[in-house]
């Protein structure tokens, strides 16, 4: 079975989700492609349906929910969007969303900017199905990459004059990755908006298999202590 999340915001939708992946997970080793063995709490998939994932106000109670700044938040979807300096990306990737996004390997060589050519085709034809950009490249991803991504493709479709969109990811840390995801993917949708000058719709956001890492879990129950208060002045500042 799945578990569906739907709300309003994003930062509703995060709380609820990493709660419940906290609370009916079960621990789970994992041996990763370089050998090392990582202990999670994994739950089964989790979909999410986020209504209004335009709304900036609320954004705010995210950061607040979130392990990370503003700042560190901004940075991240720009990196997504506009790409990361290469000095900057380290060596903890084997890749990033922007190159597999914006730079992907096309067939016959070259870069495909599967983010630009999806404008063009909804400007085009508004009522395609079609606009999926996808991240894997089986070459690299199914042979040799210790840390493949996470992110495995994104689908644009317009219905009533809304950008509605979808993400699918394999699997992900809920607790530490999913508030930065998520607004990276705000981001992008409201780029893809803008360039097609429409609104924005619903995000819809699946992930096969959704953890938290064991050791993060101290920090998670700190910090999930003040969720509760969070939602409360969510919701306060919608009266």
């Known amino acids: 079975m799945i578990k569906v999340v739907s709300a309003p915001s994003i930062c509703e939708a995060y709380v609820n989700a990493v709660q419940y992946i906290a609370w009916n997970g079960q621990r789970v080793s994992i041996t990763m492609r370089d050998g090392k063995v990582v202990n999670t709490i994994e739950a089964r998939p989790v ?102 991504p996470c992110l495995q493709s994104l689908h644009f479709w317009q219905r009533g004059g809304a950008l509605n969109m979808a993400s699918y990811w394999r699997s992900r840390d809920f607790f530490t990755a999913v508030p930065t995801n998520i607004y990276a993917m705000k981001r992008l949708m409201e780029y893809v908006a803008s360039k097609v000058q429409c609104s924005l719709g619903t995000y819809y956001d699946y992930t096969t298999i959704p953890h938290i890492y064991v050791t993060d879990m101290d920090v998670f129950n700190a910090k999930s202590s003040n969720f509760t208060n969070i939602l409360k002045r969510l919701e306060e500042s919608r009266r």
């Open 47 to 148: 979909a999410l349906v986020i209504q209004d994932i335009g709304n900036e106000k609320e954004v705010e109670f995210l950061f607040e929910a979130s392990q990370h700044s503003k700042a560190f938040f901004d940075e991240y979807a720009s990196g997504v969007l506009n790409g990361i300096p290469k000095n900057n990306t380290g060596k903890e990737f084997d890749y990033t969303y922007h190159e597999r996004l914006r730079e992907h390997m096309a067939l016959f060589g070259g870069l495909t900017d599967q983010i630009g050519v999806i404008c063009n085709n909804l400007i085009e034809n508004p009522s395609s199905r079609q606009n999926i950009a996808a991240t894997w490249i089986p070459s690299i991803d199914l042979s040799g990459a210790i840390d493949p």
